[in-house]
């Protein structure tokens, strides 16, 4: 099983529209809605409750504020850069104490454990000299779905904040770069601060081992390809959690490349979409046995 950040890559290529919100002739439905209601009619869902699953999704952004001055003299500034690096680690260390790896993972085939990590920088413009006074990094938390807390989603931000503010709190007592790298400055009253804030989380997806779709799709594969060995990783799915909502037998699979997962110049194998067609052929061709 392959999954992708559906959503996030088709905005990224397609500026201004929504996947989710993808129109079609006049009617002023989304497709999903739109497959929603005629699936509603036919009355054929069967619900399960045994999920094989794979990872949510938090972003998160983190404020840091410093002290502004000139490079020559760093002992009068409080630089948001390495403020930032050094309280990174310390949240780091203790998201990973909290959320360990789980030993389902491995029994589930997860390609990954729950991770915390930063992944864009942003900060206002100024010279090599100079010592900037703020930035903003901005990162994300995935989560596998093996932790005893009803709500996981909720755990994990509560948790974040603790670790911030506790640092903010205790921000003298965090180690620092070099003899003269400070994140407080007693003569001018002033302390290095990080401020934490979160975008929408997504909610994890869960594919059913117990329903039709899954062994139709794996007897598919290992006639095409030889073996079959699903596997899960812990990206975002939104629209596939909207239709499992709804009570649809969702499976994932995809025919590209691992090597060039959202790479800047993704590609795929034609003799790899070739099997992906005739997979889907000896789907159709089970479906129409019965």
């Known amino acids: 099983m392959f999954d992708e950040d559906e959503e996030d890559k088709y905005k990224e290529r397609n500026p201004g529209n929504s996947l989710k919100r993808k129109e079609s002739g006049g009617g002023g439905k989304s497709t999903l ?6 699936e509603k009619k036919k009355e054929k869902i069967n619900r ?10 938090i972003h998160w952004k983190l404020h840091v504020t410093g002290k502004l001055f000139h490079s020559g003299l760093a002992h009068k500034a409080i630089n948001p850069l390495e403020l930032f690096m050094d309280a990174l680690k310390k949240i780091q260390s203790q998201f990973y104490e909290d959320f360990p790896p789980h030993p389902q993972e491995q029994i589930y085939g997860f390609a990954t454990a729950s991770t915390m990590k930063p992944t864009q920088w942003s900060y206002p413009g100024g010279g090599i000299n100079q010592i900037l006074g703020k930035c903003t990094i901005s990162g994300d938390v995935r989560l596998t779905p ?21 640092i903010n709190l205790n921000i003298h007592k965090l180690e620092t770069r070099g003899p003269v790298s400070k994140y407080v400055l007693p003569d001018d009253d002033l302390r ?3 401020t934490l804030t979160f975008d929408e989380a997504n909610s994890r997806v869960a594919c059913d081992l117990n329903f039709r779709g899954y062994h139709i799709l794996c007897k598919a594969t290992e006639e095409v390809v030889g073996h079959v060995k699903p ?5 975002s799915f939104p629209l596939i959690r909207e239709l499992q909502d709804e009570g649809f037998d969702v499976q994932t699979a995809g025919y590209g490349l691992m090597d060039t997962y959202h790479a800047q110049n993704e590609y795929c194998l034609f003799t790899d979409m070739s099997q992906g067609y005739r997979i889907f052929a000896s789907i159709i061709a089970q479906l129409e046995e019965d």
């Open 146 to 166: 093996f932790y005893n807390v009803k709500d996981v989603v909720k755990d994990v931000v509560t948790k974040l904040q603790e670790y911030v503010d506790n």
């Open 33 to 38: 809605e739109e497959l929603i209601r005629e």
């Open 48 to 57: 399960k409750d045994h999920w094989l699953r794979c990872g949510g999704m």
């Open 231 to 235: 596997y899960l990783i812990t990206g």
């Open 192 to 194: 290095g601060t990080l």
